[in-house]
């Protein structure tokens, strides 16, 4: 709920309407924060934003910019909020860049470490736990709206177990999950890993909970000397030469404990180093059929992915590359972008691959993304980037996000299909995701959500079948105003109307400029090519 998500803003005009409108909304001593979700190549000018626009459309509101995982802008306010002047040091892998005079300029670098950009991002006020209670209410709600009954949790930094999780626990216990949670435990803790787990497994048990909230193993990051962060405008980070001797105790004793996990990898050297040690383990300590896998291996090798293979783990792809493509273009060429990941060849090995999105502070969460990822090889910003044979059908696509992700859950048989004996989840969806045009995959949703068997969602015919939902909490809440993912949808259309600067609405563009902005209409189209600038029937 503190959250303003750029997530499919087509435009950066509008991007910046809705911060304009959103930091005139919220009370000191509040930030706006977007966090994550786009990336400068959606937008039609193709471009972020500058710090001067940024600071001219919110100069007393902290504002708090996540790109990716490369940077973060922030304005004067924010820099005064986090205490960061000329005397404030670059922490380890990160840059706070800063003018001729040595003052910050409210740009953060990750130099690839990311870790500035999140311990930033840290030090902004919390939510009540009341608050908090209402907030991860309405986001699951905001994945049903997009159709999604289940989620795997793959952890991440600052959350720690069992305090940080104390909130969807309550949820759970109240019995006002209306999302299925499979959780993994992310360590805490620069090298002292293994201290992690080793308390996490005497406390908890890989399968421990219901089929609505139930632990799932370890993962993504199981040691931090063998984390690559994905920023690929900078060079391919080279892993510590104690990654091995780090990762095998840990690795160990989640075989031994028989905790199924995930390992975040995005390079093949990365990969190829933590397969060595998993050779290792496992010949003293068995897998046999424990579920572990790789996350992300964009640039996997044929010769891992049959390790891997040979081994009886998975990998699990997300679409990063749909908010990084150009990036990775930039520094490695096209040629080389035309298999991250190499999909087909992984299925072709027999692998289980499952597909995710890697959501929020990178990617969105929209699901829908993902799937037109998979099926056109387009980045967002609609930059083609692998060729049929790399790509999947539709329904192999829809396959990797269903049925296919229960091998990484361990729930399979239990949900994936409209199936006697499967748990009754399932989305009556707003257009027939099989037959739409491609490009409007990404906008699809759902009209109805069922969870067990009971609605969760419901929307047009079916709005009054859904369960009522408090507002948003606090009352200045972004969700109030601007909801989540902007799908052009009418509600979403409404939201963009109430930042827009145009001097007015029509029927014919509604304010959403940004399909004319981003096309090639000629002036002769003057409906289409007028609307770039506004609402602009004047022009007709």
């Not at 800063?98 to 130099?111: F, H, I, Y």
């Not at 989620?151 to 991440?156: K, R």
């Not at 499967?422 to 109805?448: F, K, M, N």
């Not at 009352?475 to 930042?499: C, E, I, M, N």
């Amino acid at each position: 709920n503190m959250e303003l998500r750029w997530d499919g803003v087509p435009t950066l005009a509008d991007a910046m309407a809705m911060l304009k409108k959103q930091a005139a909304n919220t009370p000191p001593p509040q930030w706006v924060r977007v966090v994550g979700g786009f990336t400068e190549h959606q937008f039609a000018e193709k471009r972020l934003p500058t710090l001067d626009e940024i600071n001219a459309a919110a100069p007393e509101t902290p504002v708090f910019i996540l790109h990716l995982y490369d940077r973060a802008l922030l304005n004067r306010a924010a820099l005064r909020a986090v205490g960061y002047t000329k005397d404030t040091p670059n922490p380890p892998g990160g840059e706070i860049q800063r003018d001729a005079s040595g003052e910050p300029t409210g740009l953060l670098l990750a130099q690839p470490n990311a870790t500035i950009l999140y311990a930033t991002l840290a030090k902004g006020p919390k939510l009540p736990p009341e608050y908090q209670l209402n907030s991860t209410r309405h986001f699951m709600r905001e994945m049903n709206r997009l159709g999604v009954t289940g989620v795997i949790d793959a952890g991440g930094g600052f959350q720690n177990y069992p305090d940080d999780y104390a909130i969807v626990e309550k949820l759970h216990a109240d019995d006002q999950l209306t999302l299925r949670i499979s959780y993994n435990l992310f360590t805490q803790k620069p090298k002292a890993e293994l201290s992690d787990f080793q308390s996490w497994s005497k406390q908890i048990k890989p399968g421990q909970g219901d089929d609505k909230y139930r632990h799932n193993g370890a993962g993504e990051m199981l040691v931090y000397s063998a984390a690559d962060f994905e920023d690929f405008r900078v060079e391919r980070p080279e892993m510590p030469p104690n990654m091995e001797s780090d990762l095998e105790p840990v690795i160990r004793l989640l075989a031994e404990q028989r905790w199924p996990w995930r390992l975040h990898a995005t390079y093949d050297q990365t990969i190829d180093r933590a397969l060595d040690v998993f050779e290792t383990v496992n010949k003293d300590v068995p897998f046999d059929g424990l579920h572990w896998f790789f996350d992300h291996a964009e640039t996997i090798s044929e010769r891992n992915i049959d390790r891997i293979a040979a081994l009886g783990g998975g990998i699990a792809v997300q679409h990063r590359m749909a908010f990084q493509g150009e990036y990775f273009i930039d520094r490695y060429g096209a040629k080389a972008a035309e298999a991250t990941p190499p999909i087909n060849r992984m299925l072709a090995a027999g692998i289980p691959v499952g597909a995710g999105t890697d959501a929020t502070r990178v990617a969105s969460y929209n699901p829908w993304v993902s799937l037109n990822w998979l099926v056109t090889g387009k980045t967002v910003g609609g930059t083609r980037l692998y060729p049929p044979a790399n790509r999947l059908d539709r329904e192999e696509a829809l396959r990797l996000w269903t049925t296919a992700n229960t091998w990484f859950s361990n729930e399979e048989g239990s949900k994936g299909q409209i199936a006697v004996g499967q748990l009754a989840d399932l989305a009556v969806l707003s257009a027939d995701y099989l037959r739409v045009p491609e490009e409007e995959i990404p906008h699809l949703g759902s009209v109805l959500t069922l969870l067990g068997g009971k609605v969760v969602h419901g929307e047009g015919d079916y709005s009054k079948l859904a369960p009522s939902l408090p507002p948003p909490m606090p009352d200045w809440s972004p969700v109030r105003t601007f909801g989540g993912y902007q799908d052009r949808s009418k509600s979403h259309a409404r939201a963009l109307a109430s930042a827009c600067g145009c001097a007015n609405g029509c029927g014919v563009h509604g304010h959403d400029h940004a399909a004319a902005l981003g096309g090639e209409a000629p002036t002769s189209d003057a409906r289409s090519f007028w609307g770039a600038f506004g609402c602009g029937c004047w022009a007709v």
